[in-house]
């Protein structure tokens, strides 16, 4: 299967990348079947070649998720909600749920707490026995 995915090169902490379409099986930075772009995130500089971009995908050359990015910004993809999306929404939707559930028990447990202690100041003290 081909892979559109990134190829890193450049100097120590300052990283670009080449848009490379490669085997699926091969190396980050092996040989690519062909060069398709740039992108440089430090100054978010992308140049896509788009008629051998689309090209290769209408071959069935699979983006990577960084790669699809790039190319969802550059006009070539249109923008898809991936599984992987869905599901950390689901999650984080259930996580906010969750926790106002246990804000508001928690709320309810110190209401709770302060009622009994303002009914225990009003009422009586017994008296003690007295002694004889």
Same mark, same amino acid.
């Given at each position: ?82 599984? /992987? @999306?869905?599901?950390? &929404?689901?999650?984080?939707?259930? $996580?906010?749920?969750?926790? !106002?559930? %246990? =804000?508001? *028990?928690? +709320?309810? /447990? @110190?209401?709770?707490? &302060?009622?009994?202690?303002?009914? $225990?100041?009003?009422?009586? !003290?017994? %008296? =003690?026995? *007295?002694? +004889?």
């Amino acid at each position: 299967m081909i892979k559109l995915r990134l190829k890193r090169f450049g100097k120590k902490r300052e990283t670009s990348f080449r848009i490379v379409a490669c085997n699926s099986t091969s190396r980050r930075d092996g040989r690519p079947l062909q060069e398709l772009g740039f992108y440089n995130p430090r100054t978010k500089e992308t140049r896509l070649d788009t008629d051998a971009l689309r090209a290769r995908l209408e071959q069935g050359a699979q983006p990577s998720d960084a790669v699809r990015t790039l190319l969802e910004r550059g006009g070539l993809l249109t923008k898809s909600v991936r599984p /992987a @999306e869905v599901i950390g &929404k689901l999650k984080q939707e259930e $996580a906010r749920k969750k926790a !106002a559930t %246990e =804000a508001k *028990a928690a +709320a309810k /447990a @110190e209401a709770e707490a &302060k009622a009994s202690e303002a009914a $225990a100041e009003e009422a009586p !003290a017994e %008296e =003690a026995p *007295a002694e +004889a």
